[in-house]
Each structure stands twice: as C-alpha cells, then as structure tokens.
C-alpha cells in the first residue's frame, strides 16, 4: 500500500481523472461521497489518499509519512525540494509572473520597490539573480489586493487566465516560470517500496502516454 498526498482545489479534478484512467478508482471522492472525510482508500485498497494544502503535501513526503504526492510546479520551486519530482503530469498549467498596475514600468527609477507575495522564496531568487534589491512582503492568498492597497508595488503569484489581473487593474510585468502539476516522491519509499512505486509510476506515465 502507498499513501498519495493530493493537494484540495485548483488540480484536484484533474488528478482525479488521471488516477481513475491509470486504474485506481476513487469512488470515496466523488463530491457526494467525500462529506468532511480528508483520508480516502481507492484502487480497491491498493492505495491511500489524503486531500492536503499545496504546502502540507510537501512537509508530508518530505516528512516519509505519505509516499507520492500531486502539487503544483509553484509550490515545489517555493520549497526546499528534499524529495524526487518524477512526472509532469501535464494539468493545472498556469504561470508564475511578476505584475502590477496595468501601464507602470516596474523597473523605471530606482526607488525602494516593494513585492508582495505567497512565494517568498521564489521571489528573493529571482530579483537576487538579477542583482534587484526588493522588500518582499508574505500575503497568503488575494495577493491581488497589495498594489491596490498600495502595500506593494507589484506581485508575485500564479496567473491562469489572467482573469483576476484584468478584474483588478493590473497586468503581468515578466513570466517567471510555467507551472504544472508534477507527481513527486519520498526518498525512502522510492527505494523501501520499490514495487508499489514503480508500479504507480508506471500505471499514471502509460495512462499520460495515451494522450
Ligand atoms: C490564484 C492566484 C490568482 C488567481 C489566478 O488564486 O493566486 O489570484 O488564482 O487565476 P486567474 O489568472 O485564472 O484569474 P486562488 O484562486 O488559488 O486563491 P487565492 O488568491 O486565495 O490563493
């Protein structure tokens, strides 16, 4: 048996889809089923799911205590990436951008400039590398709101459509990364569960294979 974190929201669906194409039904989370349940059995009990954060899958694998995990590209740049990150699974595209007010230059003077941010890490090694100076501010969601309240002069953070961009007045500055969901590993259970690994492994690259 092996224990897959998937993380709640944005990519769940699609992770879902893909697990029951590679064979492992999961029927217990199916939207009716699911109630407040976080822990689930699918694949007739071959595997285990639990429903998670995008950080917490993370400190779960990193901590041995599930095997394989479904997290966004965004959140493992953002880590410390102690775990193996072994497929693209090709869903939940989206990109990380810097962006601001629609129409300002963000690198036009020199002033202190502010960012505001979910991905502080992420953000600090992006401007370091481009020799930029900036203050980083954490916000943990509706990074949108900074510059508007004008607690930032731009952001970090993940745009798919660019819907809540335009609603806001902002545009993206620069693309910093594509982003994807990506199917990551223990280092133990890559080599402790040999078998039940590989095989996952295995079932989900055939079944992106048949795309
Ligand atoms: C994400 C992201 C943006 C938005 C981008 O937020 O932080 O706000 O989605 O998507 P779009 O380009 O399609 O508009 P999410 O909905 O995950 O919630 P959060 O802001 O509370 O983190």
Known sequence: MVRLALTKGRIEADAITLLEGAGYECAELAADMRGRKLFFSAGSGKIEIILAKAADVITYIEHGVCDLGIVGA???????????EVLDLGFGRCRLALAGPAGCDFYNNLSHKIVATKYPNITKAYFNDRNVDVEIVKIEGSVELAPLLKLSDAIVDIVETGSTLRANGLEIYETIAPVSARLIVNVASIKMKKRETDEFIERITEELNKK
Do not use: A, W
């Not at 965004?74 to 193996?84: A, G, K, Q």
């Open 74 to 84: 965004d959140t493992i740049l953002e880590s410390r990436r102690t775990f193996y």
